[in-house]
């Protein structure tokens, strides 16, 4: 056997360019915006024409004119800003305790056989049941103020994430966990140096998921059992017929979930271009 037939079994063949699909380049996403917007604006016409010819009952219903207007009173006047910082502190809280909580315990779980099959049953119940099912017995246990709606926004958060963390260690890739043993690494340094590296696209993906569920966990504990926050003015502004207000109010509730899931969205695709992932 010749030196060139040796060399050509390690030679991987190249790997063809895969073409984009219509509608991923650049045109592609500029085109996705411009009907995007061309849609919203559509719907925000329909809504204020059935607004203003009382198609629907204007005393249990608001219009995109009304609704701009509160939102500009609400930022002039500054009555929007604290109800807004509280959503956004509990959001951040939450989110901060369940990143130190879920990223180690998600890593451990899934480079280990035997947590996982401790703890698998029992993750999988707690994604899937609905946490407003214990709004009572959480109301029960700690009351009505911030630590309820704590309670809530991190079991909103923690749990998505946990589950990506997990299947990231799960996957890793063996050639990895083979030269960390070679270099004779301890386990915590597997985890620190070669684990979480290459788990970090799974992470971010977990994190996008669980800032939209946080929010939501937010404004439904705001609904329910808060006395500040965004969800609360929503749940006061709709019981005093309000209703542009409460229009208002939502639209900034919308606002930041978009910029929360696309700036997580940015940090994903900026940490982790190299996974080849979109």
């Given at each position: 056997?010749?030196?060139?037939?040796?060399?050509?079994?390690?030679?991987?063949?190249?790997?063809?360019?895969?073409?984009?699909?219509?509608?991923?380049?650049?045109?592609?996403?500029?085109?996705?915006?411009?009907?995007?917007?061309?849609?919203?604006?559509?719907?925000?016409?329909?809504?204020?024409?059935?607004?203003?010819?009382?198609?629907?009952?204007?005393?249990?219903?608001?219009?995109?004119?009304g609704?701009?207007?509160?939102?500009?009173?609400?930022?002039?006047?500054?009555?929007?800003?604290?109800?807004?910082?509280?959503?956004?502190?509990?959001?951040?809280?939450?989110?901060?305790?369940?990143?130190?909580?879920?990223?180690?315990?998600?890593?451990?779980?899934?480079?280990?056989?035997?947590?996982?099959?401790?703890?698998?049953?029992?993750?999988?119940?707690?994604?899937?049941?609905?946490?407003?099912?214990?709004?009572?017995?959480?109301?029960?246990?700690?009351?009505?103020?911030?630590?309820?709606?704590?309670?809530?926004?991190?079991?909103?958060?923690?749990?998505?994430?946990?589950?990506?963390?997990?299947?990231?260690?799960?996957?890793?890739?063996?050639?990895?966990?083979?030269?960390s043993?070679?270099?004779?690494?301890?386990?915590?340094?597997?985890l620190?140096?070669?684990?979480?590296?290459?788990?970090?696209?799974?992470?971010?993906?977990?994190?996008?998921?669980?800032?939209?569920?946080?929010?939501?966990?937010?404004?439904?504990?705001?609904?329910?059992m808060?006395?500040?926050?965004?969800?609360?003015?929503?749940?006061?502004?709709t019981?005093?017929?309000?209703?542009?207000?409460?229009?208002?109010?939502?639209?900034?509730?919308?606002?930041?979930?978009?910029?929360?899931?696309?700036?997580?969205?940015?940090?994903?695709?900026?940490?982790?271009?190299?996974?080849?992932?979109?």
């Amino acid at each position: 056997m010749t030196a060139t037939q040796l060399s050509s079994d390690r030679v991987r063949t190249p790997v063809p360019m895969v073409k984009r699909p219509s509608g991923q380049g650049p045109a592609g996403r500029h085109l996705n915006l411009i009907l995007g917007v061309i849609g919203m604006i559509v719907v925000l016409g329909a809504w204020q024409i059935c607004a203003a010819t009382k198609i629907v009952d204007p005393n249990f219903s608001s219009s995109p004119a009304g609704a701009f207007t509160a939102l500009v009173d609400a930022v002039r006047t500054g009555s929007l800003w604290d109800p807004l910082g509280s959503t956004l502190s509990i959001v951040a809280l939450g989110m901060a305790i369940s990143i130190v909580v879920g990223i180690p315990a998600g890593l451990l779980i899934g480079r280990s056989r035997i947590f996982y099959g401790l703890t698998d049953p029992i993750i999988s119940i707690m994604y899937s049941v609905p946490y407003v099912v214990f709004l009572p017995m959480l109301i029960f246990w700690f009351g009505i103020g911030s630590n309820a709606r704590l309670v809530i926004v991190v079991w909103s958060a923690l749990f998505p994430l946990l589950i990506n963390v997990i299947a990231g260690a799960r996957n890793l890739d063996q050639a990895h966990i083979q030269v960390s043993r070679v270099f004779c690494a301890s386990r915590m340094m597997t985890l620190r140096s070669v684990a979480f590296p290459a788990t970090l696209p799974y992470i971010l993906a977990g994190i996008r998921q669980a800032v939209g569920r946080a929010l939501i966990g937010a404004i439904v504990a705001e609904l329910f059992m808060g006395s500040a926050g965004l969800g609360y003015q929503v749940q006061l502004q709709t019981s005093n017929f309000e209703m542009d207000d409460a229009m208002a109010s939502i639209a900034v509730i919308a606002v930041v979930a978009i910029v929360l899931t696309r700036g997580v969205g940015y940090l994903e695709r900026r940490f982790t271009f190299w996974s080849g992932t979109d």
